[in-house]
């Protein structure tokens, strides 16, 4: 079963491979998203997502509601990483603020990705993202 249908499945290989990225380090989500957004109440609160911490804000001391949670984590990593996004199932609108860091082709969001990457600097690709367990060893 494809893990790509819809942005907000998206969203957990996002969490899992925040792990091995250096802090500041960028995140490039690539996803066909064919199924489009999510469900009806993601796709709403998604639309109307403003920002990292704009949206945590909004969401301190409120109850929870259905699909708020996914978002939530997407910010968390989002205060930590820029984010882009190569998803040709959405289209920019659909995603509130990240539609700015949202690429209509594939080519464009790599070279966005490695601009300013330093010459030692490192890119991992991480197929199936939910299902990783992306660490780092640590050496001396």
Not at 31 to 54: D, H, T, V
Not at 57 to 64: G, K, R, Y
Request: proline share 9%; with cysteine; hydrophobic share 40%.
């Amino acid at each position: 079963m494809p893990l790509d249908l819809t942005f907000y499945q998206t969203i957990k290989g996002i969490t899992a491979v925040q792990h091995i990225v250096k802090p500041g380090g960028k995140i490039l989500i690539v996803s066909e998203c064919s199924e489009g957004i999510g469900s009806p109440e993601f796709s709403e609160k998604l639309r109307n997502y403003k920002g990292a911490q704009s949206f945590l804000d909004e969401i301190s001391d409120t109850p929870v509601v259905p699909d708020q949670w996914q978002l939530e984590k997407l910010a968390l990593v989002a205060l930590k990483h820029p984010l882009s996004f190569y998803a040709p199932g959405t289209r920019p609108q659909q995603l509130g603020a990240l539609g700015a860091q949202s690429f209509a082709n594939l080519q464009d969001a790599v070279n966005d990705l490695v601009s300013g990457l330093p010459p030692d600097g490192r890119v991992a690709i991480i197929p199936d993202g939910p299902y990783a367990f992306a660490r780092v060893a640590l050496t001396a």
